[in-house]
């Protein structure tokens, strides 16, 4: 069965970095895109970053551009999110997801992904 789990997250002080990590399983993990999300307490769901099979189509959401990296390792099955620059505000459980659909790039649509880890959380705090 799929499974994906997410580590990594813990405290960090802004400014600070995290590499938060998503090893993936029981499913043929190059084939597919992947995504983070996050979510904080009291708010939706929302897109971080996304990357293709082959790590050459990535998009990031505004709030997380040039500070946050996506990655993945394919020989691993893992997708990595490099965060740096962090700040109060990126306070959140992060998710990592597969694409629901074979060989299509990632998107920022939470629909488009059909499989979820149980999230790492990630608090910025001094």
């Known amino acids: 069965q799929v499974q994906l789990v997410e580590s990594g997250g813990g405290l960090a002080q802004p400014g600070g970095s995290l590499r938060l990590s998503c090893a993936a399983s029981?499913?043929?993990?190059?084939?597919?895109?992947m995504g983070w999300f996050r979510q904080a307490p009291g708010k939706e769901r929302e897109f971080v970053a996304r990357i293709s099979r082959g790590a050459d189509n990535i998009d990031y959401a505004d709030t997380v551009k040039d500070r946050f990296i996506i990655s993945r390792d394919n020989a691993q099955n893992t997708t990595f999110l490099q965060m740096n620059s962090l700040k109060s505000e990126d306070t959140a459980l992060y998710y990592c997801a597969k694409r629901r659909v074979i060989f299509k790039i990632g998107t920022r649509y939470s629909t488009d992904y059909d499989y979820w880890g149980q999230g790492t959380q990630v608090t910025v705090s001094s």
């Open positions: 029981g499913f043929s993990f190059s084939q597919y895109a």
